[in-house]
């Protein structure tokens, strides 16, 4: 059956290579790529923040790139800012003006460019006013009768909560305040006004689509996601093979595949021993980490048993976070030289951690999909993982035939003892190098996730 080619509109607060803070930032680059590469004409919006001028784009704007057009909304007092959301003293306080503007000033201009799309796909809480605009102020405009919107959820916990008093700034009638669309315990809720006026709505995997209707994990909005489940789909996030693949990247000391993978990775291995100033020990089991360092992303659990784990392997952790964690670690690193730590985000390190690792650990306490599992399976780096969300999905124990050590319940024994499997089958090289070279044929590329966006685009 012929692919269908569709009109699209893609709305993102952050966009790689142009900005990036997180996860969200390698979808929306990734994604409406992929969907142009099958055809589809696609038009993406994204802030004209701060520095987005040094990668070509016009004063008016514009972009165009690897077949999408790029529309950058201005507005120097909003936009042209050191940080997206906030800084060191937190939030910026006109955050619901910021992004209320950009959604509001994305239909104004496709209003002025005479843009009919088929979809506009919305990407959490900063986009997802866009589709409260589109049913209430543009209800009638005969440019977007046929117009329909898909709201992504990259990350429930975040959901653009305001004072109530802001409602007012928001260009919104009344009605959606009053019948309880946007108002969340005395505030307002972005993300709930999407989801509500939104036609349809997926998750970044299918196990995250299922755990956002329960109390667990719902985030508060568990009764409002139960009542548009009829709508609710999951599709498991992809990676770019063109960014993400050890026989490629530039930022290798050693490129390999699954031909000189165990002469190579080896290598890395050395020279990532070496940047964190770790015992060279080739027989030690490396576990790797690039991730926020907070309590979702497993530290609470981490810190009990890391003295443990240490006994039995090496560990680097690269990322920023909480501050006690922070310190927590740093103690134990002066005390152990098996731990390296390096508080930044680093893209250069970053690669290296996952070239040279023997193992990636993601003990997250939930994790609507990840994209480090799957990045660490092409690097020839074995997951070691909390069975929630998108990781459920996809990483699977060696016990099972999979390429992964899993641990189902959240707690610190439980990942202990993961990590004690992953350094008993590390001893059995030859059963560890097929292992390898399996979780290196596995294919998460977006060409595929692609295709199933455009089924979702024809409900």
Request: positive net charge; proline residues 3%; aromatic residues 12%.
């Amino acid at each position: 059956m012929p692919v269908k080619k569709h009109s699209i509109v893609f709305c993102s607060s952050e966009i790689f290579p142009f900005v990036k803070t997180g996860g969200l930032a390698d979808v929306s680059g990734a994604l409406p790529v992929a969907l142009a590469g099958h055809g589809c004409s696609v038009k993406v919006f994204m802030p004209f923040y701060k520095g987005i001028e040094k990668f070509g784009v016009g004063s008016n704007g514009y972009l165009k790139k690897d077949g999408v057009e790029y529309f950058f909304i201005k507005n120097k007092e909003y936009f042209l800012r050191d940080g997206l959301y906030g800084n060191k003293s937190g939030d910026f306080k006109d955050n619901a003006e910021r992004f209320s503007y950009f959604s509001s000033k994305v239909l104004e201009t496709l209003k002025e460019k005479n843009i009919s799309p088929d979809i506009i796909h919305l990407n959490d809480w900063q986009t997802a006013l866009i589709s409260v605009y589109l049913k209430t102020k543009y209800i009638d405009d005969p440019l977007f009768l046929k117009t329909k919107t898909l709201l992504t959820i990259h990350n429930l916990a975040y959901q653009g909560l305001f004072e109530k008093k802001e409602f007012s700034k928001l260009g919104l009638p009344s009605e959606v305040l009053n019948k309880g669309y946007m108002e969340f315990y005395g505030k307002i809720n972005f993300l709930k006004a999407g989801i509500y006026y939104s036609n349809i709505i997926n998750t970044v995997s299918p196990n995250y689509a299922v755990q956002i209707q329960t109390k667990k994990y719902g985030c508060g909005l568990e009764g409002v996601i139960c009542e548009r489940k009829k709508d609710l789909y999951g599709i498991l996030n992809a990676i770019d093979y063109s960014v993400w693949a050890p026989s490629c990247d530039a930022l290798l000391d050693y490129k390999y595949d699954n031909k000189n993978v165990s002469a190579q990775k080896p290598q890395n291995k050395i020279v990532l021993q070496k940047i964190f100033n770790l015992p060279i020990k080739e027989d030690a089991l490396l576990i790797g980490m690039v991730t926020r360092i907070t309590e979702q992303k497993g530290f609470d659990i981490l810190l009990k048993k890391i003295n443990d784990i240490l006994k039995i392997s090496q560990l680097i952790i690269l990322g920023v976070g909480d501050e006690s964690y922070q310190k927590q670690l740093e103690l134990i690193a002066q005390n152990n030289d098996n731990l390296g730590l390096m508080f930044k985000f680093d893209e250069n390190a970053a690669h290296k951690i996952y070239a040279g690792s023997d193992c990636f650990l993601i003990p997250s306490r939930f994790e609507p999909c990840g994209l480090s599992q799957l990045i660490s399976y092409k690097y020839g780096t074995l997951p070691i993982a909390h069975a929630t969300g998108g990781l459920k999905d996809t990483v699977v124990d060696v016990s099972a035939g999979g390429c992964g050590f899993v641990f189902n319940e959240y707690s610190s024994k439980s990942l202990n003892e993961a990590v004690c499997h992953a350094v008993t089958v590390y001893k059995n090289r030859k059963k560890w190098a097929e292992i390898v070279n399996k979780a290196m044929r596995y294919d998460f590329s977006w060409d595929k996730t692609a295709l199933e966006y455009i089924k979702l685009y024809d409900t």
